[in-house]
């Protein structure tokens, strides 16, 4: 069955460390995006990617960086000038155009000990 | 940019009993797509139902359907004969209908629905 893939479900960063949230799918869309949640704050964009090899910021990208070197792919790293990188995080994938709403992976909880 | 808004961040209904969401919107465009998600405890986001600004007939899945006036930017979903399975948070969300690098979804803040049995 086709879907979207986010390891690991939950993921344990130290102070001053990066870590890299992965994201992979195989429903061969060509956008996909991640977005952040917190509590009371909904969904927020963090960057997206409509083809490989180019993404875009979106509206709370510092801190974080991308790579889209393959079609199926879109790891997230949360680096260490990311302050506050406690949350859930989402990935998500879609055709471009159309009504096609996304669809979701089942997300990863990170965590700063 | 095109902001969405949910006023409400948490309501209440009795099983088997209508409720009724709301979600307003601000756009310039005239052509866009509204979509409403389900996110129950697991935490995954789930398609509840889909409108096309262009189409005057609003959308209906199952118990599901949407109060679309285009006018006003209003777009509430209405569930119907409501289970306790329905408890979940509830995003409304816009997307345009342009491609490129501004197809993307943008998310209100959410609604926590709670169903008392």
């Known amino acids: 069955d086709g879907g979207i893939t986010q390891s690991p479900k939950y993921l344990f960063r130290k102070e001053g460390q990066n870590v890299t949230l992965s994201c992979e799918q195989n429903l061969n869309h060509d956008a996909m995006y991640w977005y952040r949640q917190d509590p009371g704050q909904g969904l927020r964009l963090i960057y997206y990617?409509?083809?490989?090899?180019?993404?875009q910021k979106g509206d709370i990208a510092e801190g974080y960086s991308v790579s889209r070197e393959k079609k199926e792919s879109f790891p997230l790293t949360v680096t260490s000038a990311q302050k506050n990188p406690t949350a859930f995080y989402l990935c998500?994938?879609?055709?471009?155009?159309?009504?096609?709403?996304?669809?979701f992976g089942s997300g990863t909880r990170l965590t700063v000990v | 940019a095109q902001t969405v808004t949910q006023s409400q961040p948490e309501m209440s209904v009795q099983e088997a009993e209508t409720v009724t969401l709301s979600c307003t919107y601000d756009?310039?465009?005239?052509?866009?797509?509204l979509f409403w998600y389900k996110q129950p405890p697991s935490r995954q986001m789930i398609l509840v139902i889909r409108?096309?600004?262009?189409?005057?007939q609003n959308a209906t899945e199952n118990r599901f359907s949407v109060n679309f006036q285009k006018a006003a930017k209003s777009f509430s979903l209405k569930i119907s004969d409501s289970q306790l399975g329905d408890a979940a948070m509830y995003f409304c969300a816009y997307r345009t209908f342009y491609t490129g690098a501004n197809s993307k979804l943008t998310f209100g803040k959410g609604i926590t629905l709670s169903v008392r049995p």
């Open positions: 998500a994938s879609t055709r471009t155009g159309g009504n096609y709403g996304y669809t």
């Open positions: 756009t310039s465009e005239s052509d866009y797509y």
């Open positions: 990617s409509q083809i490989v090899n180019d993404f």
């Open positions: 409108q096309e600004a262009y189409k005057q």
